[in-house]
């Protein structure tokens, strides 16, 4: 954690100091610190959060599911001999079990918050923003015909306002389709009930 929170009091610091340089008016330098360095930091925190959640689950998963079929042979093994006794088979036993368990939450959580996704998704996202700021504070790329920052600063404030727009559509998107994906098996547990209703029903017409 205070990794984390020494990078992110580093880049505020840094790109402070950067803003300072340009000749802008107060406003605009409020919306440099207030809209810009407020979402990369965000996003850079939410990328790192997102990314050591995803590396946690799925080393867990990973070696747990190295570990646990060697578990289950030693206690095959275990069960069909008589010269171990009943605490080692018992601690066998429910290691395997525990660890199975633990792979299988360890799966569900990743595949239920894709961490994954996430964190890839803010990592592009922090990433679009601060090459944009870059190039900005330079005024290279799609700011090189301006003299000035006062001048390009609108062209800046609507390529940021334009990213952070397209961020959020995609993961309201993504979160549509999750609900999408998970819609057809909550219908089919409804009307589950049903179909078997029906049936009875038709037997009883046959009959």
């Known amino acids: 954690m205070a990794k984390k929170d020494s990078y992110q009091e580093f880049l505020k610091e840094d790109f402070n100091k950067?803003?300072?340089?340009m000749n802008l008016g107060d406003v605009q330098k409020h919306f440099l610190r207030s809209r810009w360095l407020d979402q990369v930091l965000w996003m850079e925190g939410k990328a790192s959060f997102s990314r050591d959640r995803h590396y946690l689950l799925r080393i867990t998963t990973i070696v747990g599911?190295?570990?646990?079929?060697?578990?289950?042979?030693l206690n095959i093994n275990t069960t069909s001999t008589l010269q171990v006794n009943d605490r080692v088979k018992n601690a066998i036993i429910?290691?395997?079990?525990?660890?199975?368990?633990?792979?299988?939450?360890?799966?569900?959580?990743?595949?239920f918050f894709h961490y994954g996704e996430r964190w890839r998704h803010y990592r592009r996202t922090v990433e679009s923003?601060?090459?944009?700021?870059?190039?900005?504070?330079?005024?290279?790329?799609?700011?090189r015909n301006y003299t000035s920052h006062e001048e390009a600063f609108n062209v800046f404030a609507g390529h940021?306002?334009?990213?952070?727009?397209?961020?959020?559509?995609?993961?309201?998107?993504?979160?549509?389709?999750?609900?999408?994906?998970?819609?057809?098996?909550?219908?089919n547990l409804i009307l589950m009930p049903n179909a078997k209703i029906t049936n009875v029903e038709e037997k009883k017409e046959e009959d």
């Open 94 to 111: 429910w290691s395997t079990f525990s660890l199975s368990q633990i792979v299988a939450i360890s799966a569900a959580i990743e595949e």
């Open 129 to 143: 923003l601060k090459s944009q700021g870059w190039q900005f504070s330079q005024l290279t790329g799609p700011y």
């Open 160 to 187: 940021v306002e334009d990213i952070i727009q397209r961020d959020v559509e995609i993961y309201s998107t993504q979160i549509v389709q999750e609900k999408k994906e998970q819609q057809p098996t909550q219908e």
């Open 18 to 21: 950067l803003f300072e340089g």
């Open 65 to 73: 599911g190295v570990i646990l079929p060697a578990l289950v042979s």
